[in-house]
């Protein structure tokens, strides 16, 4: 290939990341979807798997968008894992792919699954791809799952909370969920704080003030 030939190639793959990049975010704009998800698109050295990958990564995500608001909801959802697979396979260091794969399964009601795509978002391969506040999300996300799924072993919940609140700190529905825990696992003191740092973040969360009422009472 003339070199004249590998400069415009080069050109042409970083105008597709340029482009595909303003249309992730037109396409949060419009739809409101989980904000964080997308700094996966942080600059990365153009390379045509990665777009590729990211192509496939849209394209779930707006299958995913319709699939919330669609009476035909298992047939989108099916649709948007499978595009997050394709993306995984071509980009498997991308936390974001394995997270849409994630709420993919769980609106399927694949919740272990959706699970184990979370514990494959959060492992050492993918995780480095996460911002700070991104990996507080994910470990809330994975908490919550693992108490709908009836894991409610302490240790792992609570780790999972504890640290959530630590790379999120403005997360009320963190410091919420892990008040609900302290106060489940018999641990008044620290259920009271977490809960008055989730109202110090959101006054009007009804949770929290019931909660805390609910602990001064007792």
């Not at 290939?1 to 975010?25: C, G, H, N, T």
């Not at 989980?34 to 990564?57: D, E, G, T, W």
């Not at 099916?78 to 974001?96: G, H, M, Q, T």
Request: glycine content about 4%.
């Amino acid at each position: 290939m003339e070199p004249e030939e590998k400069q415009a190639m080069i050109r042409d793959i970083a105008l597709q990341v340029v482009l595909i990049s303003l249309a992730i975010f037109t396409f949060l704009w419009m739809h409101g979807l989980p904000q964080r998800l997308y700094a996966k698109l942080r600059y990365r050295p153009a390379n045509p798997r990665s777009v590729q990958a990211k192509r496939h990564f849209i394209q779930g995500a707006q299958l995913l968008a319709q699939a919330r608001r669609s009476s035909d909801s298992a047939s989108l959802a099916k649709r948007a894992l499978e595009e997050a697979e394709k993306a995984i396979a071509l980009d498997p260091k991308d936390a974001a792919s394995h997270l849409l794969k994630s709420m993919a399964l769980d609106l399927q009601g694949f919740r272990s699954n959706a699970l184990d795509a979370l514990d494959a978002a959060l492992s050492p391969l993918a995780a480095a791809s996460l911002a700070q506040e991104e990996r507080g999300d994910a470990l809330l996300k994975r908490a919550q799952l693992k108490i709908a799924l009836s894991e409610r072993r302490v240790d792992s919940v609570l780790t999972d909370l504890t640290e959530s609140v630590k790379l999120s700190p403005r997360n009320p529905k963190a410091w919420c969920m892990l008040g609900e825990c302290y106060e489940e696992n018999q641990m008044g003191e620290e259920a009271k704080k977490a809960f008055k740092e989730a109202l110090g973040l959101e006054p009007q969360l009804n949770a929290a003030q019931e909660a805390l009422t609910r602990l001064s009472s007792s």
